[in-house]
């Protein structure tokens, strides 16, 4: 019993590093292990279908241009990791790297907006068949190309393809968008909640999968244990 409560004490330190992304609290460059400890979207199921967001540490959605009959509802998988925080932010065709305000001339609401998040999966449920555009506004993101759409023309002037485009041309110039934190409504698509904690099974673990630390466990928890020595077992 000892020497097992000894060796799940010295995983510890390397799960807590890996799972924050090093003890000074700032972003790091994703590596092949941290990549594979994020969260990720499971197979799509029946009026339900899933996007990951930023997986692997690109700047990008992936899917990043789905069809999604009305009635589907649409899941984004936010990393642990990857160079995050991550939005999904509704913006227009016209303005890809734009949030979609309200329209008080129309009547027409604020497009929905996850807030930057990590960890945490957002979801939104289509409410009818017309196009719904989307960017992350993390700063200079949506300008790299991490942009979606939903149900976006296969032909025409307005494809994803345009979309991307359009956002890839503005580039550095993109301007800094402000985190009010997340936005329940939508354009075509409105947000069923707030986001809401994902950590899947084996989020964080080491590779002998001995000890499992979740997304939500508190990193001052995980060094007060390593800085007192040990650990009560029920």
């Known amino acids: ?69 009305v009635g589907t509802l649409v899941t984004f998988w936010f990393p642990t990791l990857n160079n995050g925080p991550h939005s999904v932010t509704q913006s227009s065709f016209a303005d890809p790297c734009t949030f979609l305000q309200a329209n008080s001339s129309s009547n027409a609401p604020a497009g929905f907006d996850s807030g930057l998040q990590s960890a945490t999966t957002f979801t939104i449920n289509v409410t009818d068949d017309q196009p719904i555009w989307f960017h992350c506004k993390q700063i200079l993101h949506c300008g790299m190309g991490m942009v979606g759409s939903i149900n976006a023309p296969t032909n025409g002037t307005n494809t994803f393809q345009a979309f991307l485009s359009a956002a890839s041309a503005i580039g550095s110039n993109e301007k800094t968008e402000t985190d009010n934190g997340p936005v329940i409504s939508g354009v075509h698509g409105v947000a069923v909640s707030s986001p809401t904690p994902s950590a899947p099974s084996g989020s964080g673990s080491g590779s002998s999968g001995a000890l499992t630390l979740s997304a939500s466990t508190s990193l001052s928890i995980v060094l007060g244990i390593v800085a007192g020595g040990a650990m009560i077992f029920a």
């Open 1 to 69: 019993m000892i020497f097992s409560t000894f060796l799940a004490l010295s995983a510890i330190p390397s799960l807590a590093y890996a799972q924050y992304g090093g003890y000074g609290g700032g972003p790091t460059t994703p590596t092949s292990s941290a990549a594979a400890s994020a969260p990720s979207a499971p197979a799509d199921t029946a009026g339900h279908m899933n996007i990951n967001v930023a997986p692997n540490g690109q700047f990008m959605f992936s899917p990043n241009n789905i069809t999604a009959p």
